[in-house]
């Protein structure tokens, strides 16, 4: 309590603004990520005290879409980065563009706060452990009518007859973006080009059928700067943030491996691309911009498989805390939320400290357990003989469980209750209370001073000049009222005597 009550508002400008997007992470997630965190740490777990706990900021964001009551990632994104509500599967658009419609889309194309902050002088960029043509990063950069135009092989002929563009060559042409980190190899290079880490693997091989090689033609506009691209650890590690000025690290043909699966001898972890990228952007006296996504959060609990999304959302706290490592609090504006959230369920009546991947000790009607974590619905619903299966003797506390659903679904879908919003740091008191999604990226921008509303970066001399004649004009107006008063009160005592 007594920190709260020594707590200051911050009303600094935001010199630079760390935007953490947990796909999926909903609250549920959260807690039950925490408690894994604790219990990876030998602890109970429900004690732990995750990154995103210590700040002190905290609102709720309603995700809807315009058109949905639950949302996809492509319309959150358009949401939290461009500030305008708009339609599922449609990235940097406005509600007015219909999913997979090019011709809705011209005319109708909204920009990002990545793209206001490169406006305003500041260094930008984008770390995602999915590829970084995918909703969450795309929105940062493209205008889409549809998310799933990665590439030109998967658009169709009409959209690009009618001028629409694949969102892989929006990312070297739209904004000067200094740091890509994530996956999406193969949708950069022409049709069967060899994978360099996976030669031997059709189906990985480059998806273009322009003929294009993106990667080197963002190697040729960067001619003139220290640019790197890079596709393994080694590459990676060797380079120097003090001297490069551009950075594309694609360590994936597609998206990243998820982190327990991962082989740290050829790709770095969300922590180290993390740190990466704020080292080579606050270089930048103007400060910068980053999103990082913990993208396959989402990925896993669409398998149904809590195991993976909890060890994503636990590498994605570390991730926060090495960033606020880098960065000091009374210039950066750091702010962790999620898209939207998950039909996972937190529920039984588990023992204080047992495994959150565990079996609730009361048992249901038909006498058999059931997992403490569990989805609404999706590929975890199974039937034996009419009855659900006995896992008494099944370990659930693997990686590949697939947790019990209720409802049968190759996908478990998004659920529609608000996500939490964390933030610390300049005008961090913003977020707070429930409010539009789309909020956040005015708030953001409002905090940085960049985009339209530059009401916050006035000059100290110009917000400040007129108080002390004001001040002094209350004043004087005061005491002439007090004098005013005070011979109103002789007059009457005068006439009463």
């Not at 997979?100 to 011209?106: R, V």
């Not at 606020?324 to 959230?341: M, N, Q, R």
């Amino acid at each position: 309590m007594q920190s709260a009550l020594n707590r200051k508002i911050n009303t600094n400008v935001a010199k630079n603004v760390v935007l953490f997007l947990g796909d999926g992470m909903g609250i549920t997630t959260l807690t039950a990520a925490r408690i894994l965190k604790g219990q990876l740490q030998n602890q109970t777990g429900e004690e732990t005290v995750m990154t995103m706990d210590t700040f002190p900021n905290v609102g709720l964001a309603k995700t809807y879409s315009v058109d949905f009551q639950i949302p996809d990632s492509a319309a959150t994104a358009t949401a939290y980065l461009c500030g305008v509500k708009t339609n599922i599967n449609v990235i940097g658009v406005n509600a007015a563009a219909r999913n997979g419609a090019c011709k809705t889309q011209k005319g109708n194309e909204v920009t990002s706060i990545l793209k206001w902050a490169k406006d305003a002088g500041k260094s930008v960029g984008i770390v995602t452990t999915t590829r970084v043509q995918h909703a969450t990063p795309a929105t940062s950069y493209a205008h889409s009518a549809s998310r799933k135009w990665y590439s030109d092989a998967d658009m169709p002929d009409s959209a690009k007859l009618d001028g629409c563009t694949d969102i892989s060559s929006q990312l070297i042409r739209n904004i000067d973006i200094d740091v890509i980190i994530g996956g999406g190899r193969k949708y950069m290079t022409p049709r069967g080009t060899k994978d360099p880490e996976y030669p031997r693997d059709f189906s990985v091989r480059g998806k273009r059928k322009d003929g294009r090689n993106l990667i080197t033609e963002w190697q040729k506009l960067k001619t003139g700067k220290v640019a790197h691209y890079v596709w393994n650890r080694t590459e990676f590690d060797a380079v120097n943030p003090e001297t490069t000025d551009y950075l594309m690290a694609l360590f994936e043909p597609g998206d990243l491996r998820f982190e327990v699966d991962r082989d740290p001898s050829m790709d770095p972890s969300i922590v180290e691309t993390t740190e990466k990228a704020i080292r080579i952007l606050q270089k930048n006296p103007k400060g910068f911009f980053l999103l990082v996504e913990g993208g396959r959060i989402d990925q896993a609990h669409h398998d149904g498989r809590a195991f993976m999304a909890l060890h994503e959302a636990v590498a994605f706290d570390y991730a926060i805390a090495r960033a606020l490592e880098l960065t000091k609090e009374h210039e950066t504006l750091t702010i962790a939320t999620a898209d939207h959230s998950h039909t996972i369920t937190h529920n039984g009546y588990p023992f204080r400290g047992q495994s959150i991947l565990g079996k609730s000790p009361l048992w249901a009607l038909d006498f058999r357990p059931y997992t403490t974590l569990m989805y609404g619905n999706g590929p975890g619903h199974k039937l034996i003989n009419g009855s659900r299966p006995d896992i008494r003797d099944v370990n659930t506390k693997t990686k590949d469980y697939v947790q019990l659903s209720a409802v049968p679904l190759e996908s478990a879908t998004h659920s529609g209750e608000d996500v939490a919003v964390l933030a610390r740091g300049p005008m961090a008191h913003l977020f707070q209370g429930v409010n539009e999604q789309n909020y956040i990226a005015h708030a953001m921008a409002y905090a940085a001073c960049v985009g339209a509303d530059l009401r916050h970066c006035q000059e100290p001399s110009e917000t400040f000049a007129t108080a002390p004649v004001e001040n002094m004009s209350r004043t004087l107006h005061s005491s002439a009222a007090m004098v005013s008063s005070f011979f109103s009160v002789i007059l009457a005592y005068t006439l009463l005597m």
